[in-house]
């Protein structure tokens, strides 16, 4: 017998006692079936020492699965009126007399097992009218327990998905140049994660959803593993991102601290939400004293970036592409932009610009005060081996 039962598994017992109760039989039950096995996943019963949460029978041998096959009806007030039923299990052990049953439907369509009720006596009085009752709690529990499913499916596939990944050693990591506006010289590469194309999902989607099955922290470590092991190839620094909260677990400040901290930047993404701001900054304390810079990714995509600025006290911003793109042509994202060179200069903090596709806005960009450039325009994200040097001509094209 199972333990305690979920809040799903006890609004589905209500529903049962309901059907029990109305139609005065012993047992009603809510089972799912996987093609192989009926699985009674909640029973109500008036003898629960023989009929329990839990158990299981052969989908075949079910009246459930003869219902559905068109085999047996849904009402039987006396099962052995019914040479098919008395030829399986059920009316042989437990020797079920009466049976209604009605099956549960996603909303989908398809069946995910059945809403039954039985006795151990014939019961001349169930009738069509019994089954309709059956039918709506049927489809009340379908409401009740699609939820719960789509959420476990959702589950299984991210983790069929990264499972793999992770097996492997963690997404593969490609480095994207960080240079200089005015003088075109790169001063270092973003390490980006980059995962099966197949998936047609964005990086930052796919570390959302390996937190969201609590496989987050491993993967972001397994990220900044393979980040940390370029450093020895390329000049320069190496920006490496992380979540603030995989940023708290001990592991990942272990790794951080194994590293050339002064050539680290660590980038912290404005998206996340903080929980402890006062944890966030005592960790990121002995990093930074041994020398790793600290930059806050995404300013402007949110609502966050200032109060992460605020408090942790950034050595870098790295503005959003969403402002960065068309600003140019642009006077309203060319004020944004100029109103955070501002206030980030003021502070002596450094502006990176992310996203960055054209001449035109690098030209922009210069003019606007911005430090450094990062995007298209400068590179696209490579292997290590295949890294792009800095354009020759990336100056003039500026102005």
């Given at each position: 017998?199972?333990?305690?039962?979920?809040?799903?598994?006890?609004?589905?017992?209500?529903?049962?006692?309901?059907?029990?109760?109305?139609?005065?039989?012993?047992?009603?039950?809510?089972?799912?079936?996987?093609?192989?096995?009926?699985?009674?996943?909640?029973?109500?019963?008036?003898?629960?020492?023989?009929?329990?949460?839990?158990?299981?029978?052969?989908?075949?041998?079910?009246?459930?699965?003869?219902?559905?096959?068109?085999?047996?009806?849904?009402?039987?007030?006396?099962?052995?009126?019914?040479?098919?039923?008395?030829?399986?299990?059920?009316?042989?052990?437990?020797?079920?007399?009466?049976?209604?049953?009605?099956?549960?439907?996603?909303?989908?369509?398809?069946?995910?097992?059945?809403?039954?009720?039985?006795?151990?006596?014939?019961?001349?009085?169930?009738?069509?009218?019994?089954?309709?009752?059956?039918?709506?709690?049927?489809?009340?529990?379908?409401?009740?327990?699609?939820?719960d499913l789509r959420e476990q499916q959702r589950r299984t596939a991210i983790e069929q998905r990264i499972t793999p990944v992770m097996a492997d050693g963690g997404p593969v990591?490609?480095?994207?140049?960080?240079?200089?506006?005015?003088?075109?010289?790169?001063?270092?590469?973003?390490?980006?994660?980059?995962?099966?194309?197949?998936?047609?999902?964005?990086?930052?989607?796919?570390?959302?959803?390996?937190?969201?099955?609590?496989?987050?922290?491993?993967?972001?470590?397994q990220a900044l593993t393979r980040a940390a092991a370029l450093l020895d190839d390329v000049p320069g620094y190496v920006s490496m991102n992380v979540s603030p909260a995989t940023?708290?677990?001990?592991?990942?400040?272990?790794?951080?601290?194994?590293?050339?901290?002064?050539?680290?930047?660590?980038?912290?993404?404005?998206?996340?939400?903080?929980?402890?701001?006062?944890?966030?900054?005592?960790?990121?304390?002995?990093?930074?004293?041994?020398?790793?810079?600290?930059?806050?990714?995404?300013?402007?995509?949110?609502?966050?970036?200032?109060?992460?600025?605020?408090?942790?006290?950034?050595?870098?911003?790295?503005?959003?592409?969403?402002?960065?793109?068309?600003?140019?042509?642009?006077?309203?994202?060319?004020?944004?932009?100029?109103?955070?060179?501002?206030?980030?200069?003021?502070?002596?903090?450094?502006?990176?610009?992310?996203?960055?596709?054209?001449?035109?806005?690098?030209?922009?960009?210069?003019?606007?005060?911005?430090?450094?450039?990062?995007?298209?325009?400068?590179?696209?994200?490579?292997?290590?081996?295949?890294?792009?040097?800095?354009?020759?001509?990336?100056?003039?094209?500026?102005?």
């Open positions: 017998m199972r333990g305690q039962r979920s809040d799903t598994e006890r609004q589905i017992a209500d529903l049962l006692q309901t059907a029990r109760r109305s139609l005065g039989l012993s047992v009603a039950f809510f089972s799912r079936l996987d093609g192989t096995t009926q699985h009674l996943e909640v029973v109500e019963s008036s003898m629960p020492l023989l009929f329990h949460d839990g158990l299981t029978q052969p989908q075949d041998t079910s009246f459930c699965q003869a219902v559905l096959d068109g085999d047996l009806p849904a009402v039987m007030p006396d099962v052995t009126d019914f040479p098919a039923a008395m030829r399986l299990r059920p009316a042989r052990v437990p020797r079920i007399r009466s049976y209604v049953t009605a099956p549960v439907r996603l909303s989908d369509g398809t069946v995910y097992g059945s809403f039954c009720a039985f006795g151990l006596r014939s019961d001349p009085q169930l009738s069509t009218r019994d089954q309709a009752l059956m039918e709506v709690l049927a489809d009340a529990a379908s409401v009740i327990v699609e939820p990591v490609v480095l994207q140049p960080i240079v200089d506006l005015a003088t075109g010289a790169r001063r270092g590469a973003e390490a980006l994660s980059r995962f099966p194309a197949g998936w047609g999902l964005a990086p930052d989607v796919v570390f959302a959803q390996a937190h969201s099955v609590g496989a987050g922290d491993r993967l972001e470590l940023l708290l677990t001990s592991p990942c400040r272990e790794l951080l601290a194994s590293l050339p901290l002064p050539r680290v930047l660590l980038e912290l993404s404005e998206h996340d939400q903080v929980e402890d701001y006062a944890a966030l900054v005592d960790a990121l304390a002995p990093l930074r004293d041994a020398g790793m810079r600290l930059a806050i990714d995404d300013v402007g995509a949110g609502f966050s970036s200032l109060r992460h600025i605020v408090v942790t006290d950034p050595d870098v911003i790295k503005i959003d592409r969403s402002i960065v793109s068309g600003l140019d042509t642009d006077p309203v994202l060319a004020r944004l932009v100029e109103s955070l060179v501002d206030f980030a200069h003021g502070g002596g903090v450094r502006v990176v610009a992310e996203g960055v596709e054209t001449a035109a806005e690098h030209a922009m960009l210069r003019v606007l005060g911005v430090d450094d450039g990062q995007g298209w325009h400068f590179g696209r994200p490579a292997p290590v081996g295949v890294l792009a040097a800095p354009r020759r001509d990336v100056h003039s094209l500026a102005g």
